[in-house]
Nanobody, 124 residues
């Protein structure tokens, strides 16, 4: 079992930056691939970014590539999402997710464990 707790969300203006954190507890964090997804009101959940257990591979949605950076510190059992140049369309609840094995990082169904989410609101 893995428990995930996100933090770092908030209300910012367009162009600002935020860093989200997701702290894991339970099983060995370093065994898990991690990802961030988001869900805006009235929309489906969508993939944002993923990182392998060893940080050797990262993947991003086209809409955030070049603006967001995913990283992790296994010693701290934490995964981060650095979000720069935020846009109003980035407004959503952001969820952290973990999976032991997948070859399809962008598929939410591949992830076993989910956090409760943190709200990010970007005003224009």
């Amino acid at each position: 079992q893995v428990q995930l707790v996100e933090s770092g969300g908030g209300l910012v203006q367009a162009g600002a930056s935020l860093r989200l954190s997701c702290v894991a507890s339970g099983r060995t964090f370093s065994d898990y691939h991690m990802a961030w997804f988001r869900q805006a009101p009235g929309k489906d959940r969508e993939f944002v970014a993923a990182i392998t257990y060893s940080s050797s591979i990262t993947d991003y949605a086209a809409s955030v590539k070049g603006r967001f950076t995913i990283s992790r510190e296994n010693a701290k059992k934490t995964v981060y999402l650095q979000m720069n140049s935020l846009k109003p369309e980035d407004t959503a609840v952001y969820y952290c997710a973990a999976t032991f094995w997948t070859t399809a990082f962008a598929k939410g169904g591949e992830y076993t464990y989910w956090g409760q989410g943190t709200q990010v609101t970007v005003s224009s």
